[in-house]
């Protein structure tokens, strides 16, 4: 039995076929009509032949345009039904290979690596979150505990200033206390500019005088 690709190859060769026959009686119309006119009303016998041929050839010229449709017509359906085997043989294929990639697993083979893999990741993270969050690098430390001591620390510095401000058992007196002297500040007298007016004014009392 032919094979689809077959049957279309000599479909097509047919068609191209019946192709040439439509260009030949296309061209023997022609001439027919050509004759007819040449001959016209001086040889009605000759015209009249002419043009029954002529009629002849336009009816088997029919004919073979329809079978050409209809030889168009079945390879056009040929070339879908291959195009459809091919795509059917192409889909079962990506299926068995499909098939065979799955295996033996199952839906529950599935659930059962997507919750090793969270809990992986969960691990992941806690590790991670550990390693960020070092313990005994000083986050142990109670810090009211620290702010007590600072505040120790604090008092004690008072305490050794006013121990060296006067000794103990002894009052402070002001006139004993280094304290800056006041002094009295006059404020400076500035001296008027003399201007070249005054100078004019004192020759003019000079003179006068």
């Known amino acids: 039995e032919p094979t689809a690709q077959e049957a279309i190859q000599r479909l097509r060769t047919t068609q191209e076929l019946m192709e040439k026959n439509t ?19 001086k040889n009605k016998r ?14 088997r ?5 329809g079978t050409i449709t209809t030889l168009d017509y079945q390879i056009q ?13 192409a889909i079962r294929v990506g299926a068995k290979a499909l098939k065979n990639a799955h295996g033996n697993m199952t839906v529950d083979d599935v659930h059962d690596i997507l919750d090793d893999v969270q809990e992986q990741h969960e691990i ?18 109670d810090e009211d505990e620290l702010l007590n001591e600072l505040e120790e620390l604090e008092e004690e510095a008072i305490s050794e200033q ?13 006139g004993d206390l280094d304290l800056p002297s006041a002094e009295t500040h ?24």
């Open 124 to 141: 992941s993270n806690e590790m991670t979150e550990a390693i960020s969050n070092p313990t005994g690098l000083g986050q142990e430390y």
């Open 77 to 89: 359906t040929l070339e879908s039904a291959n195009t459809n085997k091919e795509v059917l043989e």
């Open 61 to 65: 010229l029919n004919q073979i345009d």
């Open 46 to 59: 000759a015209a009249l032949a002419a043009l029954k041929r002529k009629k002849r050839l336009e009816q």
């Open 186 to 209: 006059k404020p400076a007298v500035t001296k008027p500019t003399r201007t070249k007016e005054d100078d004019e004014l004192a020759e003019l009392e000079a003179w006068a005088s």
């Open 162 to 174: 006013m121990l060296k401000v006067k000794p103990t058992g002894q009052t402070t007196e002001i």
């Open 23 to 41: 260009a030949f009686l296309e061209k023997k119309i022609g001439d027919e009509l050509a004759l007819a006119k040449k001959h016209g009303t």
